[in-house]
């Protein structure tokens, strides 16, 4: 074998080495491959080993993930003439890859352009105060007019979120006087209906107090009427027994020896000075 041969050999070696080097691709788990046969679309290639034909095909990759588009800060002017710089974020993900990539040249570009012009017609509807408490409704409002508007670029979005809305700095100065004011009008609101709420539970106590004296009192007085009648009723008993005993010693001329200090001398009216039937006689001490 001469000389030119060898080279040729080793030529078609290193040929069919750098085709097989070329005709071998390796597609990663989140992205598409699109396969370009002679400029043409062929077909989609899953993740993993794809085999091209050497010189004729070619191989695009097309990210399959959540992506996010950072949209320039812009002023806008609000339907009360406010001028306020906003800013956004916009998710999204490609869930068909083949318009993706031949449908629109550069979607960043786009969805940033289409973010920015839909961001200035909803917020130039809106007054101020409206625009800075309804974050959550422009944002649905941005994600779904540009959703409608990716659709047809095989584009998903899938959350478009306000970063800021910042006004001028002079309104904002006012506006912070305003929700300070607002602040100690509700402190001392606050403040008052904490010094009614107290008052109404110490009259509350007060009133309880009172029933439960009240009550008291009147089981007392109530006790003591039932100690009155017993004592009454005892006192009443012995009373008339007394009675009953000076109306029969008046009148008797017999004489009966009672010990002095004896109750029954006081209650008949007796004494040792006066006449009587009834000799009161003391105890040896």
Do not use: C
Not at 21 to 33: D, H, L, N, P, T
Not at 135 to 150: G, K, P
Not at 205 to 224: F, P, T, W, Y
Request: proline residues 3%; glycine residues 4%.
């Amino acid at each position: 074998m001469g000389t030119f041969a060898v080279i040729v050999l080793m030529l078609v070696f290193f040929i069919a080495i750098a085709a097989l080097a070329f005709s071998v691709r390796v597609i990663k788990q989140f992205e598409k491959g699109l396969v370009i046969r002679l400029g043409r679309y062929s077909h989609t290639a899953d993740a993993g080993l794809v085999f091209l034909i050497p010189f004729i095909d070619s191989l695009i990759r097309v990210d399959m993930r959540e992506q996010v588009i950072n949209v320039l800060p812009q002023q806008v002017i609000t339907a009360d003439n406010v001028v306020v710089t906003v800013d956004a974020v916009i998710y999204y993900k490609v869930v068909d890859p083949v318009k993706a990539e031949f449908e629109i040249q550069n979607f960043n570009f786009a969805a940033t352009t289409l973010a920015q012009t839909n961001l200035r017609n909803l917020i130039g509807d809106k007054q101020l105060d409206e625009t800075l408490t309804a974050r959550d409704v422009i944002n649905m409002s941005l994600r779904e007019v540009l959703d409608e508007a990716t659709n047809p670029w095989g584009v998903k979005v899938t959350k478009v979120e306000l970063q800021k809305i910042d006004p001028p700095a002079d309104i904002t100065t006012a506006m912070s006087k305003q929700m300070k004011a607002e602040r100690e009008k509700r402190a001392a609101i606050l403040e008052a209906e904490g010094v009614r709420q107290s008052d109404i539970l110490r009259a509350q106590g007060e009133a309880q107090a009172r029933l439960l004296r009240a009550e008291a009192e009147a089981k007392s007085i109530e006790l003591v009427a039932q100690a009155a009648e017993n004592n009454f009723t005892d006192r009443a008993r012995e009373l008339k027994k007394l009675e009953v005993a000076q109306s029969v010693l008046s009148g008797n001329q017999t004489k009966f020896i009672i010990p002095a200090g004896s109750d029954i001398i006081n209650v008949l009216g007796l004494d040792t000075n006066g006449h009587s039937n009834v000799v009161p006689v003391r105890r040896k001490e």
